[in-house]
């Protein structure tokens, strides 16, 4: 027998039980506009996330490092995708980058 995947509310893009009629978030009825999640899709925290800290190794390293860690872990936290955990070692790399920087030209 295979397993439901979770639903995904079309207005609030909460996840929830394959059980149910309506948003545990919002409340709306999700039962014929909602559509299934896939483990392991691509999602736009994991993408925002990827992409900040890429473009933080160029540039704003101390901003954007943090930034791309923070996308990472949400969407890491939700299993949305593997993109979360490149941008959580892309913004590693940033902030690391950002202290040999600093080091180096005030040591």
């Known amino acids: 027998m295979a397993k439901r995947k979770a639903l995904i509310c079309p207005d609030c893009g909460t996840q929830n039980p394959p059980s ?18 896939k483990k392991g899709a691509v999602t736009g925290a994991g993408v925002a996330s990827l992409v ?14 943090p930034v791309a860690l923070v996308l990472g872990a949400i969407a890491w936290s939700k ?21 040999i920087l600093v080091a ?3 040591g």
């Open 20 to 37: 149910s009629s309506y948003c545990s978030n919002c409340g709306r009825s999700i039962g014929a506009g909602a559509r299934e999640r």
């Open 52 to 65: 900040t800290g890429i473009v933080g190794l160029i540039v704003f390293a101390i901003i954007l490092g």
């Open 79 to 99: 299993d949305e995708d593997k993109l979360g955990i490149a941008g959580i070692i892309l913004g590693i790399i940033d902030i690391i980058t950002w202290l």
């Open 104 to 106: 180096y030209i005030f």
